[in-house]
């Protein structure tokens, strides 16, 4: 019913930053919770962030509490993550996901559309 475009990933260095965007079509963007979720190799998978549908309740890893940001623009159909302050232990590939059981998911299981993922790479 949607379809996920996940953008923005690439190689920095630690302590860099790098904004990802999800681009959403083929729904009612406003509809949705969003999250975003990341795997790395010989790793679980892991929710990041999430957002209610209208951008007021957020929801964040402790991992990433103080560093990350995520937000949305619902006039531009786009999801976004702000990473800053980036450490080796953030590389993963990264997806965007929408949800439509509640105004905010935070579990996987109840998210019904992903991206196609990013990768995020920081070296030290």
């Known amino acids: 019913q949607v379809q996920l475009v996940e953008s923005g990933g690439g190689l920095v260095q630690t302590g860099g930053s790098l904004r990802l965007s999800c681009a959403a079509s083929?729904?009612?963007?406003?509809?949705?919770?969003m999250g975003w979720f990341r795997q790395a190799p010989g790793k679980e998978h892991e929710i990041v962030a999430a957002i209610s549908r209208r951008g007021g309740i957020t929801h964040y890893a402790d991992s990433v509490k103080g560093r990350f940001t995520i937000s949305r623009d619902n006039a531009k159909n786009t999801l976004y993550l702000q990473m800053n302050n980036l450490k080796p232990e953030d590389t993963a590939v990264y997806y965007c996901a929408a949800a439509i059981t509640r105004s905010i998911v935070i579990a996987s299981e109840e998210y019904a559309y992903w991206g196609q993922g990013t990768q995020v790479t920081v070296s030290s």
């Open positions: 083929g729904g009612t963007f406003s509809s949705y919770a």
